[in-house]
């Protein structure tokens, strides 16, 4: 990756790693400090047994039978530990204790909420859970937020669990911060994960969401949220990751494939960055930016086989760079309806056909199209529309490569909307690339 925040190492999470040999290791022998940087260096540092370890399920003479039971039993940097003999465990849990909670395999240590609230409730910070299937909780959206795991504080380890059938797999609550959901199997859900209201700095990394019904990820939040979502597989949801109303996120490097309607969605939504994600096989668009989305960038992904690659409509002042988008059936981007004072620069568009060329320019004005790389196109390259006198019928083509060395200025054909007493007239318009560039860019 070609931009500076690929070469930023950043401190991410604090998870669960097996590193013991016993059947039951103790909290001391699996716990480390995970450093992730977003170049995937990834480095360990062991962490101190904290304290005792409770048991439940099993034969053992002083276990417990319910899981709440050990929890309520347990204190501060203790480990509960679950045995599947007993399992399913039909319970739904409140943790409120700084625990270590973890079952003993994740595909037969089951807890089911029998579709009462959510299945696990944490209401404390520093807690880890891992190695469960979670499933069955209530169905109540907001505000009850009913959830496989609903996070309702800071600085907790969600890893690798199961999370199905469940309205919201899971859910971080108002306000929480600093917690690091890593490498889960999240599906079947109304909402693989979601991030509500002011939850700011969590990591959602290496988790594999898929066939929930609605979103994959949603992140509705009303403040600085400086999210990061990277590194997951999302899969045939409706929407791959929908974004409202939030701002400072990260979404990087993940897969993101065969959503029924959209890859990524930004709406109302700020200072976000998109980076180095493949997008492919949606019905509508791979990105879109809606409803005043400005100053967002969008880098270095790959955006194949959707309706538009990138589609912008009323948002301004974002940065598209260094993506490639190929065969996209209607174009490879769309920019409309007062969507200004964009940069789009060394981008490598590339379709034998589409049905309105690589780029359509509609309503939208003072966007700059410079240095990309207009490949292998039957018909238009790109084109145009103003509505006159609404808009400012300006946008600046420059030294863009038009599929083969040109020496002279490029012709870009639109059209201008002329208003009349009686209605309107279309006539056809001409915009150019003054310096078309000789040989393709590397990109």
């Not at 990756?1 to 690929?6: E, T």
């Not at 807890?111 to 891992?130: A, H, L, R």
């Not at 997951?232 to 897969?255: D, E, H, Q, R, V």
């Not at 060329?357 to 966007?367: A, D, T």
Request: aromatic share 12%.
């Amino acid at each position: 990756m070609k931009n500076s925040v690929l070469k930023k190492t950043m401190v991410f999470a604090i998870i669960v790693m097996f590193i013991g040999t016993s059947t039951v290791p103790s909290i001391g022998e699996i716990l480390a400090e995970k450093h992730i940087s977003i170049d995937n260096e990834i480095s360990y540092r062991p962490i101190n047994n904290r304290g005792d370890t409770l048991y439940v399920g099993g034969s053992g003479p002083n276990n417990y039978s319910k899981i709440q039971d050990a929890i309520d039993n347990a204190s501060d940097g203790d480990k509960v530990f679950v045995y599947n003999e007993s399992s399913p465990y039909y319970e739904y849990l409140e943790v409120d204790k700084s625990i270590y909670l973890t079952g003993e395999d994740k595909k037969t240590t089951i807890i089911d909420g029998g579709g009462n609230y959510s299945v696990i409730t944490i209401t404390i910070d520093g807690v880890i859970i891992n190695g469960f299937t979670i499933q069955n909780s209530g169905d109540n959206g907001l505000p009850e937020f009913d959830s496989g795991v609903k996070l309702c504080s800071d600085n907790n380890i969600i890893s690798d669990v199961i999370i199905s059938y469940c309205h919201f797999g899971i859910c971080l609550n108002t306000s929480s911060s600093n917690n690091t959901i890593l490498e889960n199997n999240i599906y079947s859900n109304y909402d693989g994960i979601g991030v509500y209201y002011y939850a700011n700095k969590n990591i959602i990394s290496g988790n594999t969401i898929h066939s929930n019904i609605r979103d994959g990820i949603w992140i509705v939040t009303y403040d600085n949220s400086d999210n990061v979502v990277m590194n997951n597989n999302i899969t045939k949801n409706n929407f791959g990751i929908y974004m409202t109303n939030s701002l400072n996120n990260t979404i990087i490097n993940n897969n993101i494939a065969q959503n029924d309607d959209y890859g990524i969605y930004l709406r109302y939504s700020i200072n976000n960055t998109i980076e180095g994600n493949n997008i492919n096989s949606h019905y509508y668009d791979g990105i879109r930016l809606g409803n005043c989305s400005n100053n967002n960038s969008i880098s270095y992904n790959i955006i194949s086989k959707n309706m538009w690659g990138i589609y912008l409509e009323f948002s301004s002042n974002n940065t598209i760079t260094g993506n490639k988008l190929t065969s996209n059936d209607n174009g490879a981007m769309r920019i409309t309806d007062l969507s200004n004072n964009n940069h789009i620069t060394n981008n490598k568009f590339s379709s034998k056909y589409t049905g309105h060329g690589h780029i359509e320019l509609l309503h939208s004005s003072f966007n700059t199209i410079k240095h990309n790389n207009f490949i292998r196109m039957l018909g238009l390259q790109a084109t145009f529309g103003y509505h006159w006198p609404e808009d400012n019928m300006c946008n600046y083509w420059n030294e863009n490569y038009w599929n083969r060395p040109r020496i002279f200025p490029k012709p870009i054909i639109g059209f201008i909307l002329f208003d009349v007493e009686t209605g309107f007239v279309l006539i056809p318009w001409l915009q150019f690339d003054w310096r078309p560039a000789l040989r393709p860019y590397d990109i």
